[in-house]
Nanobody, 115 residues
Framework: QVQLVESGGGLVQPGGSLRLSCAAS????????MGWYRQAPGKQRELVAE???????NYADSVKGRFTISRDNAKIAVYLQMNSLKPEDSAVYYC?????????WGQGTQVTVSS
């Protein structure tokens, strides 16, 4: 069974940067889109950024200009470059891949922004 494996989370000071990576452990055909979501304690999971099969992107207003999503189709991987991080960006970040047959989720990686 194909899984999404995430990496790159951690503790960073305000104003710092992190790069999250997510790669599939096997083949996924006909991917519609890929994205990143996050969930902070006591809050609902929210969309952070998404990228379509045609490479069009969409960002939450709170991260526009600071975060950049990209993908590598050959590796079935999606990345999230996060700059100018703020304490309110602290959350568990989940990657997501949508295919014709299934919606895949990663296990989540913790991002903590604190001095």
């Amino acid at each position: 069974q194909v899984q999404l494996v995430e990496s790159g989370g951690g503790l960073v000071q305000p104003g710092g940067s992190l790069r999250l990576s997510c790669a599939a452990s096997g083949s996924i055909f006909g991917i519609y889109g890929m994205g990143w979501y996050r969930q902070a304690p006591g809050k609902q999971r929210e969309l952070v950024a998404e990228i379509s099969s045609s490479d069009s992107t969409n960002y939450a207003d709170s991260v526009k200009g600071r975060f950049t999503i990209s993908r590598d189709n050959a590796k079935i991987a999606v990345y999230l470059q996060m700059n100018s991080l703020k304490p309110e960006d602290s959350a568990v970040y989940y990657c997501n891949v949508i295919s014709p047959t299934r919606n895949y989720w990663g296990q989540g990686t913790q991002v903590t922004v604190s001095s």
